[in-house]
């Protein structure tokens, strides 16, 4: 079947651990056979337990504690420490041929726009052969307004652009939407496709 990942991305609280949760679920219950790699060392709880977990390597509050870092500059020294250690990753993967993983990411998005650190992460997946997609969630209700709407438009592009990876937007927590606010969304999940289709 060959082995495939799908890089699930967004602002914290977006929904991310739960679209994972819901995906493990629905890949189990079609009988097919997926893998949970979760990529945030300060997560804390998971519904499903992660087969590959950053947190065996390094932990933020580790982190923290032994460097006296702030919480975004320990997220971004773990994931560099990954990248420095990516053999670690690489014995986790294993030489299975039909790997399917769910890749559950931090939710800093500078983490997709500013720093190579994802892309880096994304190419030795790629070395590995895996096929990557890219899912970018983002809050429905968020997007109602006109500059946060702009806002997470902008911010789901520069991921896009950044990784060069299929690339696909899901809005989430679509059932906090009354039916003339999902209408309002219908038309500016349109501006989002034809923005996606002038760049790529
Ligand atoms: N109503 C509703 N709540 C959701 C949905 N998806 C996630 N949530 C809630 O949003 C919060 C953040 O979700 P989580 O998956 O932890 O977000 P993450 O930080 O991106 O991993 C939690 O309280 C979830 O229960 C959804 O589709 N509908
Ligand atoms: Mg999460």
């Known amino acids: 079947m060959g082995r495939y990942v799908q890089l699930v991305m967004g602002p914290a609280g977006s929904g991310k651990s739960t679209y994972c949760a819901t995906m493990m679920t629905h890949c189990q219950n079609i009988g097919r056979s997926v893998h949970l790699f979760n990529l945030d060392p300060a997560a804390e709880k998971f519904e499903y337990n992660p087969t590959i977990d950053i947190r065996d390597l390094i932990t933020l509050e580790d982190v923290m504690e032994e460097l006296q870092y702030g919480p975004n500059g320990g997220l971004i020294y773990c994931l560099e420490f990954l990248l420095n250690n990516m053999d670690w990753l690489e014995d986790e993967l294993g030489e299975y041929e039909d790997d399917y993983l769910i890749i559950d990411c931090p939710g800093q998005i500078e983490l997709y726009t500013h720093f190579p650190i994802m892309r880096r992460i994304c190419e030795c997946l790629q070395r590995m052969h895996f096929r990557i997609c890219g899912v970018y969630l983002l809050e429905s209700q968020f997007i109602q307004d006109n500059s946060k709407f702009f806002a997470g438009v902008m911010s789901a592009m520069s ?34 496709v034809s923005y996606t289709c002038i760049l790529s």
């Open 159 to 192: 991921a896009m652009v950044s990784l060069e990876i299929p690339h696909i937007n899901v809005l989430s927590k679509m059932d906090l939407l009354g039916k003339f606010k999902k209408r309002e969304l219908e038309r500016r999940a349109q501006i989002i």
